[in-house]
């Protein structure tokens, strides 16, 4: 059963940054594709920014330019680099792996 940790969440300033961390246990190999995906208040969770194996990527629109997903397969971690920040960007961080494997979520403010 893998397991999802995810760390980095804060408050900020706008147009400050923050790294995410997500640290995978409990799978003896790599895992495939991992993502992660927001969910504001009174919203739907959305797709932030999801990366394979082999290191392909993609973004929401929103955050095209000022986030960037990278992973270290060794460790079974994926990171989000968040920069730029907006108020709108303030949500809570979920990281996911395929089976429907769901983190616990960070919560990231960004303040005006």
């Known amino acids: 059963q893998v397991q999802l940790v995810e760390s980095g969440g804060g408050l900020v300033q706008a147009g400050g940054s923050l790294r995410l961390s997500c640290a995978a246990s409990?799978?003896?190999?790599?895992?495939?594709?991992m993502a992660w995906y927001r969910q504001a208040p009174g919203k739907q969770r959305d797709l932030v920014a999801a990366?394979?194996?082999?290191?392909?990527?993609n973004y929401a629109d929103s955050v095209k330019g000022r986030f960037t997903i990278f992973r270290d397969n060794v460790k079974n971690t994926v990171y989000l680099q968040m920069n730029n920040l907006k108020p709108e960007d303030t949500a809570v961080y979920y990281c996911?792996?395929?089976?429907?494997?769901w983190g616990q979520g960070t919560l990231v403010t960004v303040s005006s």
């Open positions: 996911n792996a395929p089976g429907g494997v």
């Open positions: 409990g799978s003896i190999f790599p895992i495939n594709a």
């Open positions: 990366i394979t194996s082999s290191g392909r990527t």
